[in-house]
């Protein structure tokens, strides 16, 4: 059997937040907008995707021992006296724990991490031969539920393939609905000269949650792994991001969607990957396979990314009270429904989850408006702003809707609108927003901090208000090139 070198004190990231329900109601407490079909305001406490738990820690063995509890044989291994990790070596009985400070990675002579093909099957799957990046799989789950099963299998190009087969049972707590795998690395790697770390998925990701980490010694406890460096309170964790769909699958390092803790991710100590996933409190259940994982270097992503493939990313209704349009998540008229606001897991363009959003309108000049407050404030000199807008249900004939982006302490406004006549119903409509071509006095690209989506009823005509019920907008894919 070959030894296991040193298994890390990977963390568990923390729990994926509940998927919401579309239309919930009332705001989150930004602030912003305001002026009829233009805007303005002023921001409100920051709102961001929390990670809703801050995590466990799955053990796993560090330096003093030999092959591990892994390993069924009652015999010598790698880490016995005068060894790597046995008595008198490094970390061992005769040793010391090293000092709080990050691991100094090595450079791998090539991107591969793996693709399985020497991997051995013995629990766990082991892989790699320095000083090729070599490790092993590991996988855990919350208490009373069931880690997923990880096997080799032939994927799909004919290869060995990391099968992973989830079937983790009903969560009994909401707060535990966490199961994941990922490999640990033997050594600290050093991958600064990569930006991503790219996989194959082919199978059934079924109807559980999934995200992607890789794991800096920053990210873990000394207690866990003595390579580990993190001391936060709220726990040890990376930070991360989920993806829905199969095939090639690329993740920057940076550019994450849930923040770690602490929220660092440290190219030159990386001791491990991961793939969490989460029952979003039902029995979920998964089986694919991961193959062909690499470091790559990746275009960088949008200084905008929202695709609300799993939450709403930290958007929410703007309720600053407007003097001079009405803003319905502010002031609703007396017997008007407030606008609500909510997140449609099964709807989206170009892939499922978008924002939702119920309005009732009573008379012209009312809007409603979901935004997301940016701080600091991102550079978005020289791009445009993209999103896509459908009508799902009711009659919206009047108006429009409006794209739009501030800038600056004072929120300095600008907008594209789009009229109602262009939304059809069940149709995804693209609306886009150059901020090259703005020109309004104070304006600066470079200093953006809110981004929003506005659904305005419309200036008086002369002739009465149609009254219009409840209608349903969703939005999805605001990002920028």
Request: proline share 11%; charged share 10%; glycine share 18%.
């Amino acid at each position: 059997m070959r030894a296991v070198g040193r298994m890390s004190g990977l963390v568990v990231l923390g729990v994926v937040g509940s998927v919401g329900v579309a239309l919930g109601g009332g705001g989150v407490g930004q602030h912003g907008g305001g002026h009829g079909p233009r805007g303005g305001g002023h921001p409100g406490p920051g709102n961001h995707p929390g990670m809703g738990h801050d995590g466990h820690n799955h053990g796993g063995h560090g330096h003093g021992q030999g092959h591990g509890p892994f390993c069924p044989g009652g015999h010598a291994g790698a880490g016995g006296k005068g060894g790597q990790g046995g008595q008198g070596g490094q970390g061992g009985t005769g040793g010391g724990a090293p000092p709080p400070a990050p691991c100094v990675g090595s450079p791998p002579p090539s991107a591969l991490i793996t693709d399985f093909s020497d991997a051995d099957a013995a629990p766990p799957i082991l892989f790699g031969t320095p000083p090729e990046i070599s490790g092993g799989t590991f996988s855990y789950a919350a208490p009373n539920l069931t880690p997923p099963v990880l096997t080799l299998a032939t994927g799909g190009n004919g290869t060995p393939a990391l099968a992973v087969a989830s079937n983790p049972g009903q969560p009994t707590d909401a707060a535990n609905g966490f199961f994941g795998f990922g490999l640990f690395f033997d050594s600290c790697v050093d991958a600064s000269a990569y930006n991503a770390v790219k996989f194959t998925v082919n199978g059934d990701l079924g109807d559980c949650a999934i995200r992607f980490a890789v794991t800096s010694s920053e990210n873990v406890s000394p207690s866990d792994d003595p390579r580990g460096t993190c001391t936060e309170a709220a726990g040890c964790f990376p930070p991360s991001t989920p993806f829905t769909t199969t095939g090639t699958v690329v993740v920057p390092f940076f550019g994450f969607t849930f923040p770690g803790s602490p929220n660092v991710v440290d190219p030159t100590s990386l001791i491990g990957i991961q793939w969490q996933m989460d029952a979003q409190g039902i029995a979920c259940h998964a089986s694919f396979t991961i193959d062909d994982i690499t470091f790559v270097n990746a275009a960088p992503p949008p200084a905008l990314n929202f695709t609300f493939d799993t939450d709403a990313q930290g958007w929410g209704l703007n309720t600053f009270p407007d003097t001079s349009s009405t803003n319905l998540a502010a002031t609703p008229p007396p017997g008007v429904i407030p606008p609500r606001f909510g997140f449609t897991p099964s709807a989206g363009d170009p892939s499922p989850g978008s924002l939702a959003l119920g309005v009732t309108y009573s008379d012209f000049n009312q809007y409603a408006d979901v935004i997301t407050n940016l701080f600091p404030p991102v550079n978005l000199s020289g791009l445009t702003v993209h999103a896509r807008v459908r009508l799902v249900s009711g009659s919206f004939t009047k108006g429009g809707l409006q794209l739009h982006v501030s800038t600056g302490p004072t929120f300095v406004f600008a907008g594209s609108f789009l009229d109602a006549a262009a939304l059809s119903s069940g149709a995804w409509v693209p609306i886009d927003l150059d901020l090259t071509t703005v020109t309004d006095p104070g304006f600066d690209a470079s200093q953006v901090v809110q981004v929003g989506v506005q659904f305005f009823s419309g200036a008086p005509d002369g002739g009465p208000f149609p009254a219009s019920g409840m209608i349903t907008f969703e939005v999805d894919t605001v990002v920028t090139d």
